[in-house]
T-cell receptor, first 109, second 114 residues
């Protein structure tokens, strides 16, 4: 079957760095997305990786290893507004997104 | 209109009633999607449409139907609501279906079926 695993919850301190991991098993693979979702709001796009390696976009970076079925989202210089859920989603062979349950990130002052 | 709108924002519905959730986008995106989001579970695809005039079944299509008469609108209908359909429903769209095409989400409809 198809499966996405990510931690349920993480806690970090304002100004610090946090890494949110995601492992995936899908029938075929056409890329990995990360979305941010604040409580009570819609998900918003953060990043997309299809090739191995690190993609940097400001304070956020996303990494992909296709051979390991693994990705992570790295958030630097954490701010209180980064408190949200982070959703990992893999695009399968039918170009359907398979979503993880999300990682709730709590930022403490 | 800017982006995707959904209506209603929230609804309480008696079991057995018929309900249509509305979704409209003004980005001229070809592909549209309906998801449900339940606590502790990932977003689950209900139905999708890769282009106007076509629809397909997602992971959890039972009890739901959709239509795509034009590019902008993608309504979701619950023919006879049941309590297990209590959820938050998100409509999304992407320029095309497939690789590299990020999905844009509407604000969601919170549905409670009693």
């Amino acid at each position: 079957g198809q499966n996405i695993d990510q931690p349920t919850e993480m806690t970090a301190t304002e100004g610090a760095i946090v890494q949110i991991n995601c492992t995936y098993q899908t029938s075929g693979f056409n890329g990995l997305f990360w979305y941010q979702q604040h409580a009570g709001e819609a998900p918003t796009f953060l990043s997309y990786n299809v090739l191995d390696g690190l993609e940097e976009k400001g304070r956020f970076s996303s990494f992909l290893s296709r051979s390991k079925g693994y990705s992570y989202l790295l958030l630097k210089e954490l701010q209180m507004k980064d408190s949200a859920s982070y959703l990992c989603a893999a695009l399968d062979s039918n170009y359907q997104l398979i979503w993880g349950a999300g990682t709730k990130l709590i930022i403490k002052p | 209109i800017a982006g995707i709108t959904q209506a209603p924002t929230s609804q309480i519905l008696a079991a057995g009633r018929r309900m249509t959730l509305r979704c409209t986008q003004d980005m001229r995106h070809n592909a549209m999607y309906w998801y449900r989001q339940d606590l502790g579970l990932g977003l689950r695809l209900i139905h999708y449409s890769n282009t106007a005039g076509t629809t397909g079944k997602g992971e959890v299509p039972d009890g739901y139907s959709v239509s795509r008469a034009n590019t902008d609108d993608f309504p979701l209908t619950l023919a006879s609501a049941v309590p297990s359909q209590t959820s938050v429903y998100f409509c999304a769209s992407s320029r095309l279906a497939g690789e590299r095409n990020e999905q844009f989400f509407g604000p969601g409809t919170r549905l409670t079926v009693l």
